[in-house]
Every structure is written in C-alpha cells, then in structure tokens.
C-alpha cells in the first residue's frame, strides 16, 4: 500500500483494501514496462454489514451536500452524491452494487 495525491483534495489516502492493492500492482507493472501513465485512482472502501452492503467512491467531506439520484432510504437501496462547492467528491451506495459503479463511473471517471 501508498499513499498517492487525489486530484480532488491535497490530503493523500491510504486506503488499506484488496482493491487498492491490486490497481496499484497494476500501474507499478505498467510503468516498469512503460505501457501506463500517471496513477489515478478514485478512493474505495466497501463493508458488509449483516444485510447491508455500503460502497463508498471518493470522499466524502464533512461539509458536503448529500443528493439522492437512485432508490429511496425507505427501500434500503439508494446512490447518492456528495457534493461541495457544485463537484460531485463522492458517491455511496447502499445495498446498490451495480447502480454506484456506474454512478462512480459517471461522476468520478
């Protein structure tokens, strides 16, 4: 695991997941074999809790503004954004897994 710069906040994470790991094995691969360019990952973490699957892309800043584009709370399946300052940093997914990597892939890249 590394630390990287995040193109949407100065802060570097350190996200410590199998995910994380991977992509990063992958790019170092590539740029020992000068096939990748710059390393730029979107921030992840997710967690199964009893019945609850939560995935998390991005970040998500305290002050940031929380938008619902899919399911309903009530439901317990939803995506939302968080937003601060009009950009999208961040999208959870709760009980959503194919909807937040698209939505991931929409807001994020």
């Known amino acids: 695991m590394a630390r990287w710069a995040v193109d949407r906040v100065r802060a570097g994470p350190r996200p410590e997941n199998r995910t ?14 000068g096939a990748q360019d710059d390393y730029r990952q ?5 967690t199964d809790q009893y019945d609850i699957r939560m995935q998390v892309f991005g970040l998500l800043p305290e002050d940031a503004e929380v938008r619902l584009i899919e ?7 939803f995506v939302m954004l ?3 300052h009009g950009q999208v940093g961040g999208v959870v997914g709760w009980n959503s897994a194919k909807a937040v990597v698209a939505a991931k892939t929409t807001h994020l890249g």
């Open 71 to 77: 399911g309903t709370v009530e439901s317990r399946r």
């Open 82 to 84: 968080a937003e601060r």
């Open 42 to 46: 979107v921030p992840y973490f997710r």
């Open 20 to 33: 994380s790991a991977v992509q990063q094995a992958v790019f170092v691969a590539g740029h020992i074999t």
